[in-house]
């Protein structure tokens, strides 16, 4: 390749990363900068303010909803997480099967997510109807942990096709029961996997709408069905306050995760 054509290709590169980066945050930067926008309307910039913030600070109802998106996302992430990776080990310990039935297995494993969502919460609403359970908090936190079980399924199935068998059976040879096995070996080496599935499955349920919508019922309101409901009246800059918030918290918790790495690698130097 010829240094020009080499040029010509970094250049091309550059404008397609930057393409990429500007759909992905110019939204985002939109969405801050109008938050502090003194019209209601988007169109229209009226100068700066944190009036929406002083509103959005006195909306209980926005943080009731807030409230019970993060206490449902934290119930089904880790029900999720305990379901998901009990599934994945014992499916990693049973005798091989026919490669059909095991094709057949792998697909039912995944198939809630596989599902269109529409279908999974009429699914769902009819299941629930048929036990007799009202809707609410209960019915939320079963659906989404239904379609956040094969999340953390995958991950950990991953992760224990990679894992070394020679430990266990080392355990068990130094007269380790099945459960210390587990604990002592096969939990900690799976354990990222463990809590990258619940990071993904809380994302994906503080995230759902549409089968939130199916199953929630008075008084378990969430965070996305409230502000779903309020694009019939026009979403005011009070919406883009909030989002600018949780945005923030996200950034810095994100930082701090970095931080707490950047930590843990240097004491593992500084013990070499």
């Known amino acids: 390749m010829t240094p020009a054509r080499r040029k010509a290709k970094g250049i091309s590169g550059r404008i397609y990363l930057a393409f990429i980066l500007a759909l992905m945050y110019v939204p985002i930067v939109l969405v801050v900068l109008y938050s502090f926008n003194g019209s209601r ?56 099967v026919p490669g059909k039935i095991s094709k057949a297995m792998e697909y039912l494993s995944i198939l809630p997510i596989m599902t269109p969502e529409i279908i999974l919460g009429m699914v769902l609403l009819a299941f ?47 007269g380790a029961g099945e459960w210390r096995a587990f604990l002592d070996i096969t939990l900690p080496l799976i354990l990222p996997a463990v809590v990258s599935g619940i990071l993904l499955s809380f994302a994906m349920s503080f995230d759902d709408v549409i089968i939130s919508v199916f199953v ?50 240097k004491s593992a130097g500084g013990e070499k």
């Open 41 to 96: 309307l988007s169109s229209v910039w009226r100068g700066f303010t944190l009036s929406w913030y002083r509103e959005l600070f006195r909306d209980r109802a926005m943080f009731d909803a807030l409230r019970n998106s993060l206490i449902l996302a934290l119930l089904s992430s880790f029900s999720a997480a305990v379901f998901g990776t009990l599934g994945a080990v014992g499916m990693a310990r049973v005798r091989p």
């Open 216 to 265: 929630t019922g008075p008084g378990t309101n969430t965070l996305p069905i409230r502000i779903y409901s309020q694009i019939k009246t026009g979403v005011t800059p009070k919406t883009n306050a909030l989002c600018t918030l949780l945005f923030a918290a996200t950034v810095l918790l994100c930082i701090l995760s970095m931080a707490v790495s950047r930590i843990r690698v």
């Open 128 to 174: 629930f109807s048929i036990l007799g359970l009202p809707p609410g908090m209960l019915t939320l936190v079963i659906a989404h942990t239904c379609f956040c079980i094969p999340y953390v399924y995958l991950l950990v199935k991953a992760r224990l096709a990679g894992l070394d068998r020679a430990y266990i059976e080392a355990a068990r040879n130094l």
